[in-house]
């Protein structure tokens, strides 16, 4: 056991927390499980486990070496088995990169909707540097962790940011390679370098915002209208209001006429005109009578 602040492999800044440091020596490697703190409902702990091999003291030579044969596809699928028992896990087929060069995970989800990570990677020079017995050595790094209420893409930032500060002291043991040099456009004209805007993608300590709950908006109930095959009839004038004009046969009292409905007018009598008979011719006489 030791102390957090004896751990050769830190998370990034604000988390996880370090609970305890595991250490182990073997004849060839040091090996160290970070125990980091864990919220989830998905049983089992999260760590950084760091695998240093390089020279041993001599006090551990006689122990047990560790095998360099992990991080192969089938001890990691054992690894993810046991890691996450009862936990549905799938590799991803994506090419990703930290500072310390290419690294694999696989992805699921845990208990009560937990994200859930198993990351490795392999830290080793390349080929070419390592002639002469220059920049040996190798490191694995394999990270378990679950937590509620983020992402796969928010665990993945424990990959990408994660610092590696154990090392040996031996001028042969580099396993990160020679440094890479600046870029050749630096200082020569006709190269512009802009000012970094925004934050870098998985930057530690962030997360991916909750989406907003979508809120129900009472609507009113369709009325249904009963579907006819005749047209809609054109909408019926409203009848005006009676008048009431009384007969001018029935006249009616001054008292009670409206002051604008003119009197009715008065009848003209006619005298009754008496015309002859054809029959009664002047002069003529056949005992008739004409009138």
Known sequence: ??????ALIFPPPGGPEILTVINRNYSNAVQQDVILRSDATTPGQNYLKVQIFGPQKAEDTGKDGLSESSLRASSISREIRSAFPG????????YLQNNYGAFSYASGKGYGGDACIYGWQQIRSAESMRQGFKNLGRINVTLRLCQSGVTTRDLLAVMYNYTITGNYLSSNWNPYGTAQGPDSGLGRAGNPVYPVSGSAPMSPGTQTP???PVRAVARPAPVSVPASNSRPSPPQPQPAPAVVIPSPARPMAT?????????PARRIETKRIAIPSPGCVAGQTSGQTCN
């Open 255 to 263: 008292s009670g006429r409206p002051a604008d409905v003119a009197p």
């Open 87 to 94: 936990v549905a896990m799938s590799m991803s087929a994506e």
């Open 1 to 6: 056991m030791a102390l957090p602040e004896e």
């Open 210 to 212: 909750a989406a907003a």
